[in-house]
């Protein structure tokens, strides 16, 4: 039995900044001759799938942005389906707000008038945002999380991500968020099952991070690839409860995970 979907993360995985993680396009070209059209998603809630297809594609990865699932992409369908006539007070980056304004979301600056916070990676985030957010909690709204990256590979040494801000309200309003998107939620879950149009148990995932990529893989029934290019050294693979299928230096050993075929869930 052979593979029929896979579902690719981004940065750590292929690429790191703006360059290819090396062995990253051996692998994905591998991929591809085994006849898979790969699933790129990544938890970056800043940018939309047409803007990551540009990134890819400057990297030497040509994807189509309908191939590119991100937490942007996870957070616009969580809140069109769960709160569509709210006005959101929303910590985040330029991107996200573009994404949220085109899927005809509402977002308001007033943190005493909004009917649901929304929390996410912004690399200008200050007192004056964490003060507001205390706030807007304090009328118990529901508190919503783009993704749970509390760190991100970048192209020198990792940065905080989304997670850092969000734990940071968590921390000050003392409480968690209702729900935190991106992977491995549930809505991200069925999101990615839905594009793949696969078999589950016919599908793998590979990833860079154990609490994410390898959860998600569990969560959804797929095989899990754990690559050494991104955050996880071995000290962290020892102490997680998360145990991937596979651990490969890089993308570029992927052929062990398709020689083998679909690991039984």
Known sequence: MDYEGAVLDVDGTVV??????????????????????????SNN????????????????????????????????????????????????????YTQLDGADLSTIDDADAADALVASIDREFDYGDLRDALWALERDIPFIGTDPDVVIPAAERNVPGSGAVINAIAGVAERDPDITLGKPSQPAVELVRERLGRDP??????????????AFGDRAGMTTVLVRTGVTDDARLAASTHEPDYVLDSLAEIDRVLEDGPKKR
């Open 201 to 214: 148990e016919r599908c793998l995932v590979v990833g860079d991070r154990l609490d994410t990529d390898i």
């Open 16 to 41: 790191r900044g703006d360059e290819p993680v090396p062995g990253a396009a051996e692998g994905y070209r591998r991929i591809r001759e085994a006849g898979i059209d790969p699933l790129f998603v």
């Open 45 to 96: 809630p800043t940018k939309a799938p047409p803007a990551y297809a540009d990134r890819l594609a400057a990297a030497g990865f040509a994807v189509a942005p309908d191939r590119i699932v991100t937490a942007g992409t996870v957070t616009v369908a969580y809140l069109r389906e769960r709160h569509p006539d709210d006005d959101l007070f929303v910590i985040g980056e330029s991107g996200l």
